[in-house]
């Protein structure tokens, strides 16, 4: 399939399972925001990581506000299920469920700033990924599973090489 369609497929994909991020909390917008920038965020991450988180069921909301129990600071964050609790690492990737990332509405608050800070978004949704195939924060520099990014050393080169283009204006109208 030609890289643009897949990309299409995706971004379908993900519009199709934008849902509510966690019981009780406010519902994700009924349409993506910036699909294209979400499909080839997620697509980077699945080439960065040669495989796809929570058997491929994945819920991706941009622009959520803060849930509890989440830094007041953090740009994006993950929620999961496992027989061991909610977000518990220990438990095995493979029995994750209900996995979602968030964006917050801080930092991307509207598709332009998803492509102005594409490489900052990408790595974090690496980073995001990272977390629902089972991976933990790494203190080491330059890993895009670091805490908080001080630099742009940890912008994996599948985000580098994987920017969507700018949609035509022709596009846009649609």
């Not at 897949?6 to 019981?23: D, E, F, G, T, V």
């Not at 608050?109 to 195939?133: I, K, Y």
């Not at 895009?144 to 912008?155: E, R």
């Amino acid at each position: 399939m030609a890289p643009r369609r897949l990309l299409a497929a995706l971004a379908l994909l993900l519009s199709l399972a934008l849902a509510p991020a966690a019981q009780g909390s406010a519902k994700l917008p009924a349409k993506p925001v910036a699909a294209p920038e979400i499909a080839a965020a997620f697509a980077a991450a699945q080439r960065h990581w040669g495989a796809v988180p929570c058997g491929g069921k994945v819920r991706i909301g941009v622009q959520r506000p803060q849930g509890a129990g989440v830094d007041p600071a953090a740009d994006a964050w993950v929620t999961f299920g496992t027989p061991l609790g909610a977000n518990h690492l220990a438990a095995p990737a493979s029995s994750y469920t209900n996995c979602v990332i968030a964006f917050g509405r801080r930092r991307w608050p509207s598709s332009q700033s998803l492509r102005e800070d594409w490489n900052l978004f990408c790595a974090t949704m690496v980073h995001e990924v990272g977390h629902l195939l089972g991976h933990a924060h790494d203190a080491a520099h330059g890993s895009v599973m670091t805490a908080v990014f001080t630099d742009a050393s940890p912008v994996p080169q599948s985000c580098r090489t994987g920017k969507p283009a700018r949609a035509s204006r022709t596009a846009r109208r649609r």
